[in-house]
């Protein structure tokens, strides 16, 4: 009896780890939610504010400034203070951006908004993806990862979706979202404080130091094609974002926006998918692979834009999407791998910066060229650099596969 008692406590006890790690997952998913959310809604913004789509796009890029920043200035801030303060920080700031929302009389808070929703995502990525995996039993690291991908990518896209949905079918537009994810950014924090501290030496915020963007050497040929490939799907999912909804209503006359926030949803879901199937198909086959997925994707696109059909729309978001996953995982396992131990969060965050640096610079080439080209031929041309960078990605690695231990 005593060892049933042994037993029996051993699996309650791994049972609570792994509810810890859900709820850890659950906190990162409604963090992640809030800096997608205003997708479906700059439409509305569009008509009250009047301004335009080139001014989307900037709305839209100030986010991945405000994450490449913190990537680069506190990156590394959960290592010293802690999970929860770096967490409870990161759902702070996504409050006062749901808040913003809330008050915005004019362009100004929206910029303020996207800001502050930058900040949170950049202080959340690391710590909750890392909170996340210590918070599961020491056996369970791929599950915990499961977990972690599924949260961090599907957060994102439960975002649109979210907004998408009570904008259309609910009272208050552009203002009962924000109220949502409001409650749910409150309910997170009192989660947070029930949960465990799994850093144990912790020290004080001033020995946070900014993290140099690094490149050893035996890192530079494997870097090239991976970092190309996630500054191409990033791209494409940055163009998804921010411009999709305004091509779907005028292009399309789909003007209902649980539809535009679907399919950007789908996107986010579908790189979910992508990256769980890195496991099975492997490191060195995913990124070539991904890359493919991603010109047909691109494709795709380039077929919505010239013949205005929402079905190629949502294939593109789609298949665009498990590219974007493949190759994107596949190239942090890889740049990972390659990197010295000392140097490899380094590394990484140069990773995120390539990439974030996808979400916002070509989004905002889409936005300076809609005025003198229109939204389709801004859009093809976005295509076609977007296609040169991952021909040329996927050439390299079809010369120089990554090694399969990667």
Known sequence: MPVQDGVRGTDLGVRRTWRACLLGGAVFAVGMAGTTLPT??????????????????????????AVIGVLLLAGNASDTV??????????????????????????????????????????????????????APRDGAARATLVAT?????????????????????????????????????????????????????????????????LPPQVRPVFGPAATASFAGFALFGVFTSVSPAFLAESLNERNHAVSGLVVAMA???????????GRVGVSRSLPLGCGLLLVGLALLAGALLWDLLALVVASAVVG????????????????????????????????????????????????????MGLEGAGLVFIACMTVLVTSSAAYLIKRPVPAGA
């Open 40 to 65: 479906p809604l700059y439409g509305h913004y569009q008509d009250k504010f009047g301004f335009s789509e080139l001014t989307v796009t900037i709305v839209y890029a100030v986010y991945a400034f």
């Open 82 to 135: 802690g999970r929860r303060p770096v967490i409870l920080a990161a759902l702070g700031c996504a409050a006062v951006s749901a808040v913003c929302f809330l008050l915005a009389t004019s362009l100004g808070w929206l910029y303020a908004g996207r800001l502050l929703s930058g900040l949170s995502a950049g202080l959340l990525t690391g710590a909750a993806t890392a909170y996340v995996m210590e918070l």
């Open 150 to 214: 599924a949260a961090n990518m599907g957060g994102l896209g439960c975002g649109p979706l979210l907004a998408g949905v009570l904008a259309q079918y609910a009272p208050w537009p552009l203002y009962l979202p924000f109220a949502v994810h409001l409650a749910l950014v409150a309910c997170s924090a009192v989660v947070v404080l029930w949960l465990p501290e799994t850093v144990r030496e912790r020290r004080r915020l001033g020995t946070v130091r900014p993290q140099k963007p690094s």
């Open 268 to 278: 986010f879901f579908a790189s979910t998918a992508g990256q769980l199937a890195v």
């Open 321 to 372: 999407g498990i590219g974007q996953g493949l190759a994107f995982r596949a190239a942090l396992s890889a740049v990972a791998q390659a990197s010295p131990a000392d140097r490899r969060a380094a590394v990484i965050s140069t990773l995120f910066v390539v990439a974030y640096g996808g979400i916002s610079l070509p989004v905002i080439g889409v936005g300076v060229l809609t005025g003198p």
